[in-house]
C-alpha cells in the first residue's frame, strides 16, 4: 500500500523532537468560542434518528370572562421546528512511530487539544451562519446597523459599499427594546460583537463607568479590558462571528448580534471522541477525533442582527 502525503513525518514533526527547543508548545492564536455555550443544547448522545422534532407552539391570548357565558377556547395549530442532525467532522493525524519515540509527550498533547479546538470552531461557525436568517430575513435581509438599532442592513448603500456602521448606545438600547417588544424573556439575553467592537464600546465613557458596569477592583473593565454587562445583557466577544460582504464584493462588515438562548439550538448526537488505531503498514499511530452534530434557527424574534465595521 502506498503511503500517503498527508502523514506526520520527523520532518514535519521536527519542532518537537527535543534538540534545542522548549518543552512547552504554544498553539497558535485560537478564536473566542462562545456561541456554543449560550444558545439552547440538547444532548440526543446514544439515540437514533437523524431529524429531531421540537415543538413550537403558538402563544395563546387571555380572554375577559363573561358572566353566565362559556369560556373562549384557544385552538391553535402548533408548529415545531426540525433539526437534522446531519454535520460529522472528523480532525485525524497519523503519527510514524519514529516520531512517537523522539517527540515529547506535548507532541500527542498538542494535537488532541488542536483537534478540540477545530471541532468547536466549526460548531460555533455553523451556528454564526444562522445570523443572516433572523427577523424573518435571508442572507441578513432582516439585520439592521449598529449605530441606530433602526435602520435596516444595505449591501448597495454607499455605492455598494454597504452602510454598516459601529455600535452605539442608543443603537444597544434599540436592539434591546426590539426584543422587548417581541416578547423575548430579559434573562438569558446576550450580545456577542468581534473584537473591533469591544475596542469601540471600550472607548465610550458610559462603558466603563464603574457605576455603569458594577464592577470594582481588578475585575474593573477600564484595567483588564472586560466587556461586561451592558442594560443587564451580558456581553461576549468572539473572532468567530461572521463576515458579511457588501455588493462591491470587498467591503466586510461582521455580524454583531443580541439574542437570547432560545433563539438556536445545537443538538449533539456524537460529542467529541477520540480514537486511535495501529496502522501496522505505516508504523504509526492513527489519532481520530470526531463530532456529529446539528443546529437550527429556534425562535426567529429572539434575535437582532447589526452589521458592524470589520
Known sequence: MALGSNHTTKTSAATFVPEVWSDEVIASFKS????????????HAGKKGDTIHIPAPIRGDASQKTAENQVNLISNTEGEVL???????EYSRLIEDIVETQALNSLRQFYTDDAGFALAKRADTDLGNLFGGFQGGTNYS????GADGV?????????????????TDAGIRKMIQTLDDEDVPMSQRY??????????????????????????????????????????????????????????SSTNYRA??????????????????????????????LLTVDMLYGVNE????????AA???
Not at 298 to 305: E, F, I, Q, T
Open 256 to 285: 454583531a448580534s443580541m439574542f437570547h438562548e432560545s433563539a438556536m439550538v445545537l443538538i449533539t448526537q456524537v460529542s467529541p471522541r477520540t480514537q486511535t488505531q495501529y496502522k501496522q503498514e505505516y508504523l504509526g499511530d
Open 32 to 43: 473566542n468560542l462562545v456561541l456554543a455555550n449560550l444558545v439552547k443544547n440538547m444532548n
Open 191 to 248: 450580545l456577542v460583537i468581534p473584537p473591533v467592537e469591544k475596542a469601540n464600546l471600550l472607548g465610550i465613557d458610559r462603558f466603563t463607568e464603574q457605576a455603569f458596569v458594577g464592577e470594582v477592583g481588578g475585575a474593573n473593565s477600564i484595567r483588564n479590558g472586560r466587556v461586561g454587562n451592558v442594560y443587564g445583557v451580558e456581553v461576549y466577544v468572539s473572532s468567530n462571528v461572521p463576515t458579511i460582504t457588501a455588493d462591491d
Open 83 to 89: 433539526v437534522s442532525i446531519d454535520k460529522h467532522f
Open 298 to 305: 429556534l425562535r426567529d424574534n429572539a434575535a437582532v442582527v
Open 151 to 167: 435602520t435596516g442592513w444595505d449591501p448597495s448603500a454607499n455605492s455598494n459599499t454597504g452602510n454598516g456602521s459601529a455600535l
Open 142 to 145: 432582516g439585520a439592521i446597523v
Open 308 to 310: 458592524v465595521p470589520s
